[in-house]
Every structure is written in structure tokens, then in C-alpha cells.
């Protein structure tokens, strides 16, 4: 198993004030009979709380190839297009890659009296890829203390998925040293011996 730990960033809005709500992070990658387990912990903020229906989401899941996990009270589930998020400038929802849905079903959790200490869950799918990449996650909560107590909370920011590695393409640079490597190499093999056993390129001159 990989033990990872990715870098996440997030921004945060709800009424009147900034505040967290759930973070997904990377955490590891089980290869399971060819197929590659990710699996995340989801840090939910000392100011948030949930309430039935709270969610949040792991958008483009690349090569998603079922095995949904999450811990008790949490149901997971996947959809192509999820409505209601507002993600990172340049993070958008790809409508042909699964997203990874986790629903609250557990009642009140958190929701009066806080700040509490973080709570964390953990989640994990299985995907045919084992590369990754960063992209999008969105999530839902409630704010659970000072004046802004009891109304909704959102965040959202990047974390690590699934991407087919073997899908890049080579930027242009690398696309000219490629050529210039193969052009090297056609050269080399139209290399020839004159008599005396001097390797010469193809049409020069004997002796040359």
C-alpha cells in the first residue's frame, strides 16, 4: 500500500462568515487484484455539523470501477453530472467520469453547540487507474455555532483522483526532441562501411 498525503486546497462560504465544512484527502492506494483501491479521509470541521441530506462530492473519478465504501450513517453512490456545486476556477465536472457522492443519513450530528473537535470518516472506490491528478470536490454542511449557527455551509477546493496516466499527451517540446531523437536514429541505422572498415552516412563519398 502507498501511504500518501496530498496537499488539498479549499475555499469556504455560508452566511455571514467563512467556514469549512468537509475535506476529502488522499490518503492511500491498494492495489486489489488489478484494480486500485483510493481511499479517502473525510475531515469534517471542528464549525460544521450534518444533518440528513448533507453531502459531499469527489467530482471526475477517472476509470471508476465500483467497490464504494464509506463509513456507517454515510450512503454512497455515483452520478455523471452533479447540480448545486460551485468548484475552483479552472476545475469544471466532466459529464463522462463518475463522480463519487456521499450522502449524511445518520440525523443531527454536530449541529448546535460547537466548535467540537474534528471529526473524520473515511470513503474509498475502486478505479482501473492507479495515476493521479487534482481535481474537484464540493461539500455541505451546517455552521454549528456564533450568530451564523444553523445555516447552511459550503466549501470546496482540490484532491487527488484516479487518471490514466498512460493517456498523456506530450507537449509540443517533447514532441520535437522526439522527432529529432528519431531522426537521429534513422540516421545511425542508414549508416554503412566503406572497404576499409570506416563507418561513413549513406552517400558520402568512398573514402571520405
Given at each position: 500500500m502507498k501511504k500518501l498525503l496530498f496537499a488539498t486546497a479549499a475555499f469556504c462560504a455560508a452566511a455571514g462568515a467563512a467556514h469549512?465544512?468537509?475535506i476529502p484527502i488522499l490518503t492511500g492506494i491498494t492495489d486489489e487484484s488489478?484494480?486500485?483501491?483510493?481511499t479517502y479521509e473525510a475531515s469534517l470541521a471542528p464549525d460544521a455539523g450534518l444533518l440528513d441530506g448533507s453531502q459531499f462530492v469527489i467530482f471526475d473519478f477517472a476509470g471508476f470501477a465500483d467497490g464504494l465504501t464509506a463509513d456507517p450513517s454515510w450512503s454512497a453512490s455515483t452520478e455523471l453530472t452533479t447540480a448545486g456545486y460551485t468548484l475552483p476556477p479552472g476545475v469544471s465536472d466532466d459529464p463522462t467520469i463518475a463522480n463519487l457522492v456521499f450522502t449524511w443519513a445518520g440525523g443531527a450530528f454536530?449541529?448546535?453547540g460547537g466548535p467540537f473537535a474534528a471529526t473524520t470518516f473515511t470513503v474509498s472506490a475502486l478505479s482501473s487507474?492507479?495515476?493521479m491528478q487534482m481535481d474537484g470536490f464540493g461539500a455541505y454542511t451546517v455552521v454549528n455555532n456564533g450568530p451564523a449557527q444553523g445555516s447552511l455551509a459550503y466549501n470546496a477546493g482540490t484532491t487527488a483522483v484516479p487518471f490514466a496516466a498512460d493517456s498523456l499527451v506530450p507537449e509540443p517540446g517533447a514532441w520535437a526532441m522526439m522527432i529529432v531523437g528519431f531522426g537521429g536514429v534513422g540516421?545511425?541505422?542508414r549508416?554503412?562501411?566503406?572497404?576499409?572498415g570506416t563507418p561513413r552516412l549513406f552517400?558520402?563519398?568512398p573514402g571520405a
Open positions: 469549512a465544512s468537509v488489478g484494480l486500485f483501491r483510493f454536530h449541529t448546535t487507474y492507479s495515476g540516421a545511425l541505422m549508416r554503412r562501411r566503406d572497404g576499409s552517400g558520402d563519398a
